[in-house]
């Protein structure tokens, strides 16, 4: 019996992990309710680096679930509300003369900050969208010929919802592939929103957050992502994330399949969902678990998929249906 315990015991110790995850979602159920699965995916991108794009109708809960995250975790929290007029300068900062050095000086703009939530993120023009490209892959901006680094960490939560089409710009595919998830939100179950009339009852929103404890601050964060980057992934478990990303490159109801980028995503996110469910190796269940919100919105379903009414989702599963599960 203690050779078994020996055999199935974690190599890596992830108490700090389950720990802090706990934490976060003991304060944040305060106020969100019925999105168990959103906040476990928010945290998985958060631990693996990512950025996530979070989509859902209007008043889901998609900006105040990133407001509270910069709540509850102890590091800085920016927001940028795009607009159609919105420019590249009023998101990255722009050089401004100074009459004294009879020099330009950069005024930094909001970007710089550990979290930055980005609301309603396709209101905003192509060419604001391509400013975020450089910001979003490297960590880093350029203005006027010198290289700004961002802190770290450094994420971006976009938000957008799906309904309203007036005033929107579609992302460009190069954007949408440096987002690690695509999250939807959806309605609450009857249960949940009866709690949550409850709990606002008499309570204000605010007088709720005022409540909220900061748990999770940078120091602990790097190491949590030390500890997530040490999770075993065996070859076969690779092979079948790749054998995944391949089929989407060769399907017939796709017109465009999955990046190469979205194999590293697919990683480092199985990894991650590995360390949240206690265990420090990936098993197949975890990568098909991940698979859905790290490809939904890299692929491009042909114009006869369309036509069927099919979705994103249901062209996947049954694309996943099709390779074979390692053993």
């Known amino acids: ?5 020996e055999i199935f015991k974690n190599r890596i110790d992830l108490d700090l992990v389950t720990k802090a995850v706990s934490d976060i979602k003991r304060e944040l159920n305060q106020i969100v309710f019925g999105q168990d699965e959103v906040i476990d995916l928010i945290l998985i991108g958060i631990l693996s680096d990512g950025h996530i794009l979070i989509e859902g109708v209007p008043g889901v809960a998609k900006t105040m679930m990133s407001k509270l995250l910069g709540k509850v975790l102890d590091i800085s929290f920016k927001r940028i509300q795009f607009t159609p007029d919105l ?43 391509a400013a975020l490209f450089e910001l979003m892959e490297e960590r880093q901006i350029t203005i006027d010929g010198n290289t700004y680094l961002m802190d770290t960490p450094f994420i971006v939560l976009g938000t957008q919802n799906p309904i309203e089409q007036e005033g929107t710009y579609r992302l460009p595919e190069a954007q949408l592939d440096r987002f690690l998830f695509k999250v939807n939100i959806g309605y609450p179950s009857a249960d949940d929103e009866v709690l949550m009339l409850k709990r606002f009852n008499y309570e204000t929103y605010n007088d709720v957050v005022e409540n909220l404890q900061p748990v999770l601050s940078v120091r602990l964060l790097k190491e949590l992502r030390q500890i997530v980057r040490q999770v075993v992934i065996e070859d076969n478990i690779l092979k079948y994330i790749t054998m995944l990303i ?3 490159r060769n399907y017939k109801l796709l017109e465009l399949g999955a990046s190469p980028r979205a194999s590293i995503a697919l990683m480092l996110a199985s990894k991650a969902k590995a360390a949240l469910s206690g265990r ?7 990568v098909k678990s991940m698979a859905k919100p790290t490809l939904r919105h890299r692929i491009i379903l042909t114009p006869e998929a369309e036509m069927e009414g099919v979705n994103e989702d249901e062209v996947l599963d049954n694309l996943f249906s099709k390779v074979e599960i390692p053993r």
């Open 1 to 5: 019996m203690e050779n078994e315990e």
């Open 280 to 286: 420090d190796f990936v098993t197949p269940d975890d």
């Open 246 to 248: 391949q089929a989407t």
């Open 87 to 129: 420019m590249p300068s009023d998101v990255l900062g722009t050089s401004v003369f100074n009459p004294k050095t009879l020099d330009f000086e950069y005024k930094r703009g909001p970007v710089f900050g550990n979290i930055v939530l980005i609301d309603e993120i396709n209101r905003a023009p192509a060419k604001t969208q």
